[in-house]
């Protein structure tokens, strides 16, 4: 499979993007509550679940322009991706679900200024990425699109590229919501969502038993007994495992991350007021259920170590090959 680096005309829609919106301000904060920054604040009501700081369906700064219309599409495809971006999404996972609130919610992965990082070293990839290799990386894994692929197939052409429309768009919008940040900033909001070091618990001493309880104290409610989620209103968490979640090749495959993100923005009412041991419990729970399988997992990690917590990989020797 080939990681492409982003083309001409990506960087020059990405570079356009941020440009162009530089300097105009977002329409007036008309939310109850103050925001934390840019961000929605970490715990809100179930009503605030589609407040957006920055919102491209309603802001007058954008126009008719192709521009305005792929930042409007992008956000389309990332708070609905598989409905919104079909081709790519044979499950049910959106964007929003891990990145709340659009990408614009404290402690929940917030991707304001996001567009400014990159390039960035990708240690599973073990290069520099652009923005645009790492969201199709999102499409591929957390959207399974590889789920695209039948048993055998080598038809990659159903796969998402830097230069595929939906990319393109999604790429648009997270340099629309980065507007008024300065490529390379240091971000607060930015790597939040992780258990410290000397909180690790050692994988052999985790307890997917002790998990599950959690899990069905805590979770049930919103994810459901069978962890495929359920309707409150007109929303509805993402899978969390099954064939229509995640594939075992994402981010949240991997135990301390999966737990990072729940310690700081679950449960979604309530986030932080899980211990750092009780996220572990969850994550390996969890990360022990089935899921896709991403085809191309002995591509990654290739120049830098495979990492402790990726439990969907084969065990490898220690010059990580």
């Known amino acids: ?53 920055k ?9 008719t322009s192709k521009l305005s219309s792929n930042v409007r599409l992008g956000f389309e495809i990332f708070t609905d991706t598989p409905r919104s971006a079909p081709a790519f999404v044979p499950g049910k996972i959106s964007c929003n679900n891990c990145h709340l609130n659009g990408g614009q919610r404290e402690r929940a992965l917030p991707l304001v200024g996001i567009a400014g990082q990159f ?19 999102c499409f591929l ?12 197939s080598t038809d990659q052409s159903v796969l998402p590229t830097p230069t595929s429309k939906e990319v393109l768009a999604v790429s648009a919008y997270l340099a629309w919501i980065s507007r008024g940040t300065g490529m390379g ?28 309880a959690i899990y069905t104290e805590r979770c049930t409610n919103c994810h459901g007994a069978d962890g495929q989620g359920v309707t409150v209103g007109d929303k509805r ?33 309530d986030p932080g007021s899980l211990t750092d041991e009780d996220a572990q419990q969850l994550a390996a729970f ?34 990580g090959k």
């Open 1 to 53: 499979m080939r990681f492409q680096h982003i083309s001409v005309l990506a960087a020059l829609l990405l570079t356009v993007a941020t440009l162009a919106c530089q300097g105009r301000e977002p329409a007036k904060n008309a939310f109850r509550y103050k925001l934390s920054g840019p961000l929605i604040p970490a715990k809100m009501t179930m009503v605030t679940a589609w407040d957006f700081p």
């Open 55 to 63: 919102n491209p369906l309603t802001d007058d700064t954008l126009d």
């Open 119 to 137: 390039p960035e070293y990708n240690r599973r990839a073990g290069r520099l990425i652009s923005l645009n290799d790492r969201i199709v990386d």
């Open 141 to 152: 894994r957390s959207q399974n699109a590889t789920g695209r692929l039948t048993d055998g």
């Open 185 to 212: 900033a240091t971000l607060a909001w930015r790597g939040q969502n992780a258990i410290p070091n000397d909180k690790l618990i050692p994988l052999a001493s985790l307890d997917r038993a002790k998990g599950e």
């Open 237 to 269: 968490p993402g899978p969390l495992w099954g064939n229509d979640s995640w594939n075992d090749g994402a981010r949240a495959g991997r135990i301390y991350t999966l737990a990072g993100i729940i310690r700081w923005s679950m449960p979604y009412l």
């Open 286 to 319: 969890i990360d022990s259920k089935p899921r896709p399988a991403y085809p191309f997992k002995d591509r990654d990690y290739l120049v830098d170590p495979l990492p402790p917590d990726s439990v969907y990989y084969p065990p490898r020797t220690a010059a």
